[in-house]
């Protein structure tokens, strides 16, 4: 053959097909921008990220100023006399502006989210994995954990301790890690379990691969979807907690701009004011489905049966 290349007994140029046939990357990539709901979870955070980060150069107010003479200005969409474009969102009861605070408590919501379910992620996949892998009187001790850490409800004991030990960022951001790690260790547990008797966990292990090594260049790999799902839930399930302690006062302090502190500063105006509670409930609300999609979405697109 002339071109050089190989044809098959249908006739076909093996070697034009293969160079045809696009790279793993590629196929992720066409996952990626086809599936819905990982475009609009990404682009939602991504741009609520950029406002976290840029929080002190587009705010057009300082969040902690207080002026009484522009206290409670309704948003633009209302038909008010004192309604002014120098606050979109209006004011809050101090004469705070609402979106320069909204703003900057994205930024709380942020940290607090990603900081707790980092360090709930790392307690309950070590326990997990370790109760999935090494399973008899591993398994047992980790299962009463978990037994211990979900007869404790979450709320009430964040509520306690706080109260106790106090209230600053940092003590709320450890004291949900270390509360919301149950998850983590329940379901890496369960995946580490389906698949450490598979083919190539009992080959690492036939040619005396250490331990490890089969954790993490065998077995991880296969668990990071269910992983990244867990991740997401808990992230958004420690900034509702995060809001929910604000709210009740034992969470972020005043006069720091935390979007559950913003409802629970506004409760007091709902019936007149609505917006107070509403402009803050609905960011709340769009950060953690934003959070949702984008975890379901690279759980799709990660997806073993996916990657070949």
Same mark, same amino acid.
């Given at each position: 053959?002339?071109?050089?290349?190989?044809?098959?007994?249908?006739?076909?140029?093996?070697?034009?097909?293969?160079?045809?046939?696009?790279?793993?990357?590629?196929?992720?990539?066409?996952?990626?921008?086809?599936?819905?709901?990982?475009?609009?979870?990404?682009?939602?955070?991504?741009?609520?990220?950029?406002?976290?980060?840029?929080?002190?150069?587009?705010?057009?107010?300082?969040?902690?100023?207080?002026?009484?003479?522009?206290?409670?200005?309704?948003?633009?969409?209302?038909?008010?006399?004192?309604?002014?474009?120098?606050?979109?969102?209006?004011?809050?009861?101090?004469?705070?502006?609402?979106?320069?605070?909204?703003?900057?408590?994205?930024?709380?919501?942020?940290?607090?989210?990603?900081?707790?379910?980092?360090?709930?992620?790392?307690?309950?996949?070590?326990?997990?994995?370790?109760?999935?892998?090494?399973?008899?009187?591993?398994?047992?001790?980790?299962?009463?954990?978990?037994?211990?850490?979900?007869?404790?409800?979450?709320?009430?004991?964040?509520?306690?301790?706080?109260?106790?030990?106090?209230?600053?960022?940092?003590?709320?951001?450890?004291?949900?890690?270390?509360?919301?790690?149950?998850?983590?260790?329940?379901?890496?547990?369960?995946?580490?379990?389906?698949?450490?008797?598979?083919?190539?966990?009992?080959?690492?292990?036939?040619?005396?691969?250490?331990?490890?090594?089969?954790?993490?260049?065998?077995?991880?790999?296969?668990?990071?979807?269910?992983?990244?799902?867990?991740?997401? +839930?808990?992230?958004?399930?420690?900034? /509702? #907690?995060?809001? *929910?302690?604000?709210? =009740? $006062?034992? &969470?972020?302090?005043?006069?720091?701009?935390?979007?559950?502190?913003?409802?629970?500063?506004?409760?007091?105006?709902?019936?007149?004011?609505?917006?107070?509670?509403? +402009?803050?409930?609905?960011?709340?609300? /769009? #950060?953690?489905? *934003?959070?949702?999609? =984008? $975890?379901? &979405?690279?759980?799709?697109?990660?997806?073993?049966?996916?990657?070949?």
């Amino acid at each position: 053959m002339t071109d050089g290349s190989i044809k098959s007994r249908t006739g076909v140029h093996i070697e034009d097909r293969i160079i045809d046939e696009p790279s793993p990357g590629e196929r992720a990539r066409k996952r990626m921008f086809s599936h819905v709901g990982f475009m609009i979870g990404g682009f939602v955070l991504l741009v609520i990220i950029a406002l976290a980060f840029l929080a002190p150069l587009i705010s057009p107010h300082d969040p902690l100023d207080q002026q009484l003479a522009r206290k409670l200005i309704p948003p633009i969409w209302h038909d008010h006399l004192k309604v002014t474009w120098a606050h979109p969102l209006g004011t809050d009861q101090f004469g705070r502006d609402y979106l320069s605070r909204l703003i900057h408590g994205s930024q709380i919501s942020l940290l607090i989210g990603f900081s707790a379910m980092l360090i709930s992620g790392v307690i309950g996949t070590a326990l997990g994995v370790a109760a999935g892998y090494f399973g008899g009187r591993v398994d047992m001790v980790v299962n009463f954990l978990i037994t211990t850490r979900l007869s404790m409800p979450v709320i009430l004991v964040a509520l306690a301790v706080v109260s106790l030990v106090g209230n600053s960022l940092t003590i709320v951001i450890w004291v949900l890690g270390l509360l919301i790690w149950d998850r983590f260790a329940v379901v890496m547990r369960s995946t580490t379990q389906q698949v450490r008797n598979l083919d190539y966990v009992v080959a690492a292990q036939a040619i005396g691969c250490s331990v490890p090594r089969i954790i993490f260049t065998e077995i991880m790999p296969n668990i990071v979807n269910n992983l990244i799902v867990v991740a997401t +839930i808990e992230m958004a399930h420690a900034i /509702i #907690l995060e809001a *929910a302690l604000s709210f =009740l $006062g034992l &969470g972020v302090q005043p006069p720091a701009p935390s979007w559950g502190l913003m409802i629970a500063e506004g409760k007091n105006h709902m019936l007149f004011d609505p917006w107070l509670i509403g +402009i803050p409930g609905t960011a709340l609300f /769009i #950060l953690i489905l *934003a959070i949702n999609l =984008l $975890g379901d &979405g690279i759980r799709d697109v990660t997806a073993p049966e996916n990657r070949n």
